[in-house]
């Protein structure tokens, strides 16, 4: 592929998809690239709601292929939240430290052993002639009672990963990625564009 634009201002994501794309994709932009690029309201109820308004967007304002992703933390036992809402859990503009406070709040009362939950990543890319894909990547685990581990970001402190019984905080940043719901989503959006260039 030539050119794909991300849907995200984010620098960070933007270095780690060129890595994860790398021999796939000549060119990767991003909405930082546009000064005018719109910001979505992610109003969807659904990760894939969010991920297709979001690419839809860049796709009709660029004329390129598009990229975007909409992620977060299902908890079993709280009937699937905080969900789309995971990023602002604690309210708009809430960091890490209030979203963590209150989904461990809401867990106090659920015993140990059904705190099932999972990351889910949902990946959409959209082509403007009309072609409309969707991936999903899911690490699935436990919510612990208290913070561990020093890495990563978000919930990743009271996620205890299956197989590992350690926090995704606790994971070296190269197992991170061997697990991690974005890792998974990309593996299979890389499998999609190797079969769309034989």
Do not use: W
């Not at 995200?8 to 790398?22: D, F, S």
């Not at 789309?84 to 503009?93: P, T």
Request: hydrophobic share 40%.
């Amino acid at each position: 592929m030539k050119h794909l634009v991300v849907a995200t201002r984010n620098k960070g994501k933007i270095l780690e998809i060129n890595a994860l794309l790398t021999g796939l994709v000549d060119q990767i932009s991003s909405a930082a690239d546009y000064p005018d690029f719109p910001e979505t309201v992610e109003d969807g109820t659904t990760f894939e709601e969010n991920a297709l308004k979001k690419a839809r967007e860049a796709a009709c304002f660029t004329g390129l292929p598009a990229l975007a992703d909409d992620s977060g933390l299902v908890v079993n036992a709280l009937g699937g939240r905080p969900g789309v809402f995971s990023a602002r859990y604690a309210g708009e503009g809430a960091g890490d430290a209030a979203n963590n406070a209150r989904l461990l709040e809401e867990c106090q009362s659920v015993p140990a052993i059904h705190r099932q939950a999972a990351f889910v990543c949902v990946l959409a890319f959209v082509i403007p002639e009309g072609v409309e894909r969707l991936f999903t990547g899911r690490v699935t685990g436990r919510i612990l009672s208290a913070p561990r581990g020093e890495g990563g970001f978000g919930y990743d402190p009271l996620f205890l990963v299956d197989g590992f019984e350690r926090s995704m905080a606790e994971l070296t940043l190269a197992e991170k990625n061997s697990v991690s719901h974005r890792a998974r989503a990309f593996g299979m959006f890389r499998e999609y564009l190797e079969t769309m260039k034989r």
